[in-house]
């Protein structure tokens, strides 16, 4: 295995963890990881990456160019898109890329279409996932409040968006109490009055769903056109943004199943991330899907697999089969400290 570069996109706060992967990885390989975002506050200075570079938004004329220019430069191997808005882009424009030789770590054009947006996801997996509408109207929200058990709360998303943020649950108290405003490791709350206020701004149809009470859950797999090569799962104690802050490493053999079905259906490929939510009675629902690179891969890699460092490996033309013991009620808690830097 030689040494590659990896160029990251749409990098943010979650990058720190995701370059010492890829660093102290099993091969004692040198990986040389470089970094890029339109906004320059969000590039890691100080976090030792080889190098920061502030570009054009994704949509800007001059994006690809600019980016083919900085893997020129920097000898890139593959690039490692970070951010949900970015997929569908990357995964059109794969080819102008891959005739440079350098390989982007997305899915196909068609799974990500499904996959990234949560009204196709739900079209094609409604039997997976919680009772659910898109609408742009608030009296189809309130028919449909109707419909659901009354001690079950509703929830409302962006179809385009990952659950970190176009979210918010639909519960009038929690909306008002002030003590809920920005609380760590809780989700936004609206009331049912400012979300009618919303909607009658609605350029484009909402989500709206059973909420559904109970744990969050997620599994990161690593994915062969289809074939799940690798997977763990884990449960999410705490959340914040969508990304969780207190975890532990433990398995579902339903949720496992489905992972397993949802990759052979879609063709996905490269590292996905599966959330679920799983109610009282162990019951299993599916929340949405993320076919990227997400923010737990760190505390996957602690438990036993590198996914973000054989997702290159992969990439490169090598073999990830193999088996790799899994570190089962392994917690991870996130401690946020800080860097200096110039």
């Known amino acids: ?135 742009t109207s608030f009296h189809d929200l309130l028919s449909f409040d109707v419909s659901i058990p009354n001690d079950h709360r509703l929830c409302v998303k962006l179809t385009d968006h990952c659950g970190g943020n176009g ?67 884990y449960i999410g104690h705490t959340m914040s943004f969508g990304a969780i802050e207190y975890g532990e490493i433990q398995n579902n053999y339903y949720a496992e199943i489905r992972v397993r079905d949802i990759c052979r259906d879609l063709k996905l490929d490269g590292n996905v991330c599966f959330d679920f939510r799983i109610d009282k009675d162990c019951k299993v629902y599916l929340l949405e899907i993320n076919p990227r690179v997400n923010a737990s891969l760190p505390f996957v890699a602690k438990a036993g697999i590198n996914m973000l460092y054989l997702r290159c490996k992969q990439l490169l033309g090598h073999s990830i089969d193999g088996s790799y013991p899994i570190k089962e009620r392994l917690r991870m808690k996130k401690y946020h400290e800080s860097k200096y830097f110039y």
């Open 167 to 233: 979210f918010a649950i639909l519960d009038d108290e929690k909306a008002r109490d002030m003590t809920m405003f920005n609380r760590y490791g809780e989700n936004r709350y609206v009331s049912y009055d400012e979300m009618e206020e919303v909607m009658r701004n609605l350029d484009k149809s909402i989500l709206v769903q059973e909420y559904i009470d109970g744990t969050d859950y997620s599994i990161s797999a690593l994915a062969d056109n289809g074939e799940v090569k690798h997977m763990v799962g």
């Open 1 to 135: 295995m030689r040494d590659f570069n990896v160029l990251f996109t749409c990098c943010g706060m979650h990058v720190s963890e995701r370059i010492e992967n890829l660093r102290n990885n099993e091969d004692g390989v040198n990986v040389k990881v470089f970094a890029c975002n339109s906004n320059p506050d969000n590039l890691p200075y100080g976090l030792d990456a080889e190098g920061c570079f502030v570009v054009p938004p994704i949509h800007h004329p001059d994006y690809i160019d600019v980016i083919v220019g900085i893997c020129k430069e920097n000898d890139i191997d593959v690039i490692i898109p970070n951010v949900t808005l970015e997929l569908q882009f990357m995964a059109d424009h794969r080819e102008d890329f891959e005739r440079h030789g350098i390989k982007v770590s997305i899915a196909s054009s068609e799974a990500i279409k499904i996959s990234n947006n949560k009204l196709h996801l739900y079209e094609r997996y409604s039997s997976l996932m919680p009772p659910t509408i898109a609408t």
